[in-house]
């Protein structure tokens, strides 16, 4: 399994060369950008320019980008709407789709070949509407990110619209063939269990958001720091017919210094070998 840091840990900080630099040493063989306007401009010609001509030079690789989940550099808090492409309301999901392909701009200079996609959020039902409202964002979405060399890869989240089975039903029903999936190993943990979630989603998997929680709330937790049996979810994973990417994703509010971070990166790898 290719060994991806997302810098989902460096959430707080502007993302720079010297952060690229930590995860290439504690063992990580590529990255996802998690794409925050505070953390990592994606607007910004000279940040995207400033990563690009490091990441032109060193091997570690730019695997994968999140998608904003907020467009400003708030996450929200001073009020602006998140980035929700299940929207009732049309002109906001036209807003979100927009957002969506500013960052995938990005792959012109910054040649990652995923982006993982949020459908909604967490509030959201399940419904014939928002099947459709999916479908039609996954197809324009993925029109634009194809000629780029972009992948979309949906993620299950804690909502309806984003288990396990209803990811399946928005790829069958639209017959997204080219749509894959990123399975969070947190959230499958909080809702229908990771086993499960491994088997419902089978090769379908690209890639996998690795932290740990105790299955009460969204902790980003280093794994085994929570109550995830990683031995089955290990063994699970590496039955599926190819190896997805296994991608760290810790949160940003750990009090630790950064020999205890790359010792954690580099402990957490050590799981899929």
Same mark, same amino acid.
């Given at each position: ?132 409202? #999916? +479908? /039609? @964002? &996954?197809?324009?979405?993925? $029109?634009?990110? *194809? ?49 499960? #979630? +491994? /088997? @419902? &989603?089978?090769?379908?998997? $690209?890639?996998? *958001? ?50 205890? +971070?790359? @010792? ?10």
């Amino acid at each position: 399994m290719l060994r991806v840091l997302s810098t989902h840990l460096f959430l707080k900080q502007r993302l720079h060369p010297g952060l690229l630099e930590l995860a290439a040493r504690s063992g990580a063989e590529a990255v996802e950008i998690f794409a925050a306007r505070q953390h990592f401009d994606y607007t910004s010609r000279e940040h995207r320019t400033e990563l690009a001509n490091w990441f032109s030079s060193n091997p570690l690789q730019p695997f994968s980008m999140h998608a904003p989940l907020f467009p400003d550099r708030e996450m929200g808090r001073a009020g602006a709407p998140a980035v929700n492409l299940l929207h009732p309301d049309k002109a906001r999901r036209i807003d979100a789709m927009d957002e969506v392909k500013r960052a995938l701009e990005c792959a012109e200079q910054i040649h990652f070949r995923n982006l993982i996609l949020h459908l909604g959020e967490r509030d959201d039902g399940w419904s014939l509407r928002s099947i459709e409202h #999916a +479908i /039609a @964002a &996954l197809e324009h979405l993925g $029109a634009f990110a *194809h000629p780029l060399g972009v992948r979309l890869l949906v993620e299950n989240l804690i909502s309806e619209p984003t288990t396990p089975s209803h990811l399946m039903t928005i790829l069958e029903m639209g017959h997204l063939d080219q749509v894959g999936v990123c399975l969070d190993l947190g959230h499958a943990h909080l809702t229908v269990g990771v086993p499960e #979630a +491994i /088997a @419902a &989603l089978g090769p379908h998997i $690209a890639s996998v *958001h690795v932290h740990d929680n105790h299955a009460a709330k969204d902790e980003h937790l280093w794994p085994g720091e929570g109550s995830i049996d990683w031995s089955v979810a290990v063994r699970a994973l590496q039955a599926l017919p190819a190896a997805p990417a296994a991608v760290l994703e810790i949160t940003q509010d750990l009090p630790e210094t950064t020999a205890q +971070i790359t @010792a954690h990166i580099s402990e957490s790898f050590s799981l899929f070998n």
